[in-house]
């Protein structure tokens, strides 16, 4: 039948630019004081980038608002494909080093993070060859054995930059889109606790890692080592309390003791500024954000756009939970960043336009 548009989904819309809003007025609270200094000498250095993130991220995400969802599904493979090439790449000298992790490609005036764009080709391609197959998605040829390779070679590439959070999250949002599509459970739980095994095989066969791991279970035992971001992070967050010391006013922020304030440990920034109320109403925001998007999942007109809905979602949800885990130290430290708040280009551009499809897929609706 035909389908019968509508106009996008107005509270996610407003949900998404109101975390934007706070992202960047957060950047630039947490970062003007060191940008003062070498290398950077401005103050404005960050709010300025991230200003423009957001004024290339919006126009992409209102053009595949507009763009119908359908016509992804032929891109799928050659997405899939793009993505797998660009992984290789930014382990070859094209890469670009940064704090010991290989993960951009520096194209000159700015640097191409793959791995973000890699996480929403995987959801498409998981999409659309998912919504084809019907009741074969319950046995373990048709529904689990592809979507393990496909984890392997995504997943391995990832830990190879190394990055275990967005290899985590990758895992975690195809993972989801299985049980979505009908996957049988026991299937998904012995699948999941070996995933479980091979990821703490992956934490502890690097020092790095394992490091991070122990720290968080005993941050104290390392203060000024593997535990000094875990203890810095809950000083920030507790010396916030109700109401927080005031918007550039945190302490350990402006004196550099939080380190990756603009990235990785925004949010204790937020608890530390804007108090324990401004750091639920971030948390307000992604939990209306996930009803959205699994409310428009959930009444898609078709199996591949529940399907791409919820992996969407999925992606957003499970990053913005190891972020929040990691600052309140419920979670080991992963380096991954705050969807829509952190400071960072691709990761902002690229989950825009997964919201874009989102909202494209909210203008329709099958006709009664």
Excluded at 29 to 45: G, I, K, T, V
Excluded at 50 to 76: C, E, H, S, T
Excluded at 189 to 203: D, H, K, N, P, S
Aim: net charge positive.
């Amino acid at each position: 039948m035909p389908l019968k548009k509508r106009a996008p989904d107005f509270i996610l819309f407003i949900t998404v630019m109101m975390l934007i809003s706070i992202g960047i007025v957060m950047v630039f609270s947490s970062s003007s004081y060191y940008a003062m200094f070498p290398p950077f000498n401005n103050p404005f250095w960050f709010l300025i980038r991230q200003l423009i993130n957001a004024l290339v991220g919006i126009p992409i995400m209102i053009f595949m608002m507009r763009y119908d969802y359908r016509k992804l599904k032929r891109w799928a493979p050659a997405l899939l494909a793009a993505a797998v090439l660009l992984l290789i790449l930014v382990l070859t000298p094209l890469g670009t080093s940064r704090l010991g992790a290989q993960r951009w490609i520096n194209l000159g005036f700015f640097s191409f993070q793959p791995s973000e764009f890699a996480k929403l080709c995987v959801v498409i391609f998981a999409a659309a060859s998912l919504s084809q197959k019907g009741i074969r998605v319950q046995t373990f040829r048709e529904g689990i054995l592809p979507y393990l390779a496909l984890i392997a070679i995504f997943a391995g590439l990832i830990l190879a930059e190394p990055d275990l959070g967005t290899a985590i999250t990758l895992v975690g949002t195809v993972f989801i889109m299985l049980f979505c599509a009908g996957v049988r459970i026991g299937s998904l739980t012995a699948v999941g606790i070996a995933g479980v095994g091979l990821v703490m095989a992956a934490i502890f066969t690097e020092e790095y890692r394992k490091n991070r791991f122990l720290a968080f279970l005993n941050p104290e035992a390392d203060p000024t080592g593997a535990g000094w971001h875990i203890l810095n992070s809950l000083m920030s967050l507790g010396s916030g309390g109700l109401l927080g010391t005031g918007l550039g006013q945190g302490r350990h922020s402006k004196f550099l003791y939080l380190p990756e304030r603009q990235t990785d440990f925004i949010f204790a920034v937020i608890g530390e500024e804007l108090g324990f109320i401004g750091g639920c109403l971030v948390i307000l925001l992604f939990i209306l954000f996930v009803w959205r998007g699994f409310k428009i999942a959930i009444t898609s007109p078709d199996p591949f756009a529940s399907l791409l809905a919820a992996g969407i979602v999925s992606g957003i949800a499970l990053q913005a939970i190891i972020n929040i885990g990691v600052v309140t130290s419920s979670l080991p430290i992963t380096g991954i960043t705050l969807p829509f708040v952190s400071f960072g280009g691709t990761s902002l551009v690229f989950t825009l336009m997964g919201v874009g499809v989102l909202l494209n897929i909210s203008r329709y609706i099958t006709p009664k």
